[in-house]
C-alpha cells in the first residue's frame, strides 16, 4: 500500500510564495515518477510538474513554468513544489501523485497516476 501526504498549502498574497512537500511511504519511492497536480472549485484537476526517479528530468504545465520548480529528495521519501509569485488563479487543492509503474516518463504521469494524496490546500489573496 502506497501512501502520500502533502504539507506546506496555506494562505498568501499574491507575488509571495509556499513550499509544498509530500512524504512517501509503503513502497521503493525512489524508482518512480512523481509529480504534482491541482483542482480549483468547478474545475477539473489539471497536471503541475513532474519529476522523474532520479530528479533528472522535469516537466511543467506552461501555466507554472518559470514560477514553480519540483524537487525531490530520495533519501528522505520525500517530494518538493516550491512556488514563487503565486497569483490568485493558482488557487487550488494541490494533490500529490505518483506513476503507477516504474517506467512512466515524466510527459505521461498524467495519464498513469497510480497513487494519490489527500490533498492540501493554497489560497492566493489579491
Known amino acids: 500500500q502506497v501512501q502520500l501526504e502533502e504539507s506546506g498549502g496555506g494562505l498568501v498574497q499574491a507575488g509571495g510564495s509556499l513550499r509544498l512537500s509530500c512524504a512517501a511511504s509503503?513502497?521503493?519511492?525512489?524508482?518512480?515518477?512523481m509529480g504534482w497536480f491541482r483542482q480549483a472549485p468547478g474545475k477539473e484537476r489539471e497536471f503541475v510538474a513532474a519529476i522523474n526517479w532520479r530528479g533528472s528530468s522535469t516537466y511543467y504545465a506552461d501555466s507554472v513554468k518559470g514560477r514553480f520548480t519540483i524537487s525531490r529528495d530520495n533519501a528522505k521519501n520525500t517530494m518538493f513544489l516550491q512556488m514563487n509569485s503565486l497569483k490568485p488563479e493558482d488557487t487550488a487543492i494541490y494533490y500529490c501523485a505518483a506513476a503507477s509503474h516504474s517506467r512512466i516518463g515524466v510527459r505521461d504521469l498524467f495519464k498513469n497516476v497510480g497513487f494519490w494524496g489527500q490533498g492540501t490546500q493554497v489560497t492566493v489573496s489579491s
Open positions: 509503503g513502497r521503493t519511492f525512489s524508482s518512480y515518477t
